[in-house]
T-cell receptor, first 121, second 106 residues
Framework: QVQLVQSGAEVTKPGASVKVSCKASGYTFTDYFIHWVRQAPGQGLEWMGRINPNSGGTDYAQKFQDRVTMTRDTSIMTAYMELDRLTSDDTAVYYCAREVITPGNVVFDYWGQGTLATVSS | DIQMTQSPSTLSASVGDRVTITCRASQSISTWLAWYQQKPGKAPKLLIYQASSLQSGVPSRFSGSGSGTEFTLTISSLQPDDFASYYC?????????FGQGTKLDI
């Protein structure tokens, strides 16, 4: 069965970076885009960007363009999201999600369990 | 960026009720709209895509409609498992944006 398993909770200081991993199983990793979506405590969902695991190509939301990096390691079917220069506003649950294969539909049929990143001095 | 506005923010209902949640886009998005259900502490679950297509495995009491700028999610007969938060998402152009959510309470 399809699964996305994320790394554990992180506590980081302002100005530091956080790197979250997302290990895929149960499907061909390189056939589906992986997206990253975050959710601040008690807030809604915010799209951060996506990576094509086949090519490594990325698209980032302009809001995060200068401080997010999405990568992948196809040998271990894992995607990564690193966010730099953290502030308290970056405290959130970070989700990875798989994009459906239906052409034109940028929607997400499988999600990781989420990784809480807390930014605190 | 396209702004997505959901209403109401909170909805109180009972088991067996028919409920409707509305999502409005700041510009036309054709039918490029999805709905998700989210329970506390869990990841969102895809319910509807392309405004009205039911995701595999989702009960038929869920339905979606609309096009352009106005969309609805309807639950025909609420079940206890349906009490959750619901989000719409547009996917015409990046950044893909979500509504602020509707919390469905008992």
């Amino acid at each position: 069965q399809v699964q996305l398993v994320q790394s554990g909770a992180e506590v980081t200081k302002p100005g530091a970076s956080v790197k979250v991993s997302c290990k895929a199983s149960g499907y061909t990793f390189t056939d589906y885009f992986i997206h990253w979506v975050r959710q601040a405590p008690g807030q809604g969902l915010e799209w951060m960007g996506r990576i094509n695991p086949n090519s490594g190509g990325t698209d980032y939301a302009q809001k995060f363009q200068d401080r997010v990096t999405m990568t992948r390691d196809t040998s271990i079917m894992t995607a990564y999201m690193e966010l730099d220069r953290l502030t308290s506003d970056d405290t959130a649950v970070y989700y990875c999600a798989r994009e459906v294969i239906t052409p034109g539909n940028v929607v997400f049929d499988y999600w990781g369990q989420g990784t809480l990143a807390t930014v605190s001095s | 960026d396209i702004q997505m506005t959901q209403s109401p923010s909170t909805l109180s209902a009972s088991v067996g009720d028919r409920v409707t949640i509305t999502c409005r886009a700041s510009q036309s998005i054709s039918t490029w709209l999805a709905w998700y259900q989210q329970k506390p502490g869990k990841a969102p679950k895809l319910l509807i895509y392309q405004a009205s297509s039911l995701q595999s495995g989702v009960p038929s009491r869920f339905s979606g409609s609309g096009s352009g700028t106005e969309f609805t999610l309807t639950i025909s007969s609420l079940q206890p498992d349906d009490f959750a938060s619901y989000y719409c998402q547009e996917y015409t152009t990046q950044p893909y944006t979500f509504g602020q959510g509707t919390k469905l309470d008992i």
